[in-house]
Nanobody, 128 residues
Framework: QVQLVESGGGLVQPGGSLTLSCTAS??????????IGWFHQAPEKEREGVSC????????FYSDSVKGRFTISRDNAKNTVYLQMNNLKPEDTGVYFC???????????????????WGQGTQVTVSS
């Protein structure tokens, strides 16, 4: 099973930017057979899908709340997936998790139940 480690979180003012990284290890397969998702859990709320990228980089999903502000990308050679977050808002505050699921073909719904491997999360706080 693949292990995931998130990094890049922190405290940022509204309107600011952060780039989150999700680095994978421990799998005998390359990252290029996994669909990767970023999920946001705000305080006292359920975890929800923010952005997902399929293994072939042919399908990108963004939730309505981040569309136009966040960009997901992947560098399979580095076993890393990124989430560039611009124009951050206070409601973006929370823990961001990356998740992976073996998906060499096709696309999974960007919902937590479709992903089996999870990182520990990284805290993002947007506040003035």
């Amino acid at each position: 099973q693949v292990q995931l480690v998130e990094s890049g979180g922190g405290l940022v003012q509204p309107g600011g930017s952060l780039t989150l990284s999700c680095t994978a290890s421990g799998s005998t397969l390359g990252l290029d057979v996994y669909e990767i998702g970023w999920f946001h859990q705000a305080p006292e709320k359920e975890r929800e899908g923010v952005s997902c990228i399929d293994s072939r980089e042919s399908s990108l999903f963004y939730s309505d709340s981040v569309k136009g502000r966040f960009t997901i990308s992947r560098d399979n050679a580095k076993n890393t997936v990124y989430l560039q977050m611009n124009n951050l808002k206070p409601e973006d505050t929370g823990v961001y998790f990356c998740a992976a699921e073996w998906t060499p073909v096709g696309v999974r719904p960007c919902v937590p139940g479709h992903f089996g491997s999870w990182g520990q999360g990284t805290q993002v706080t947007v506040s003035s």
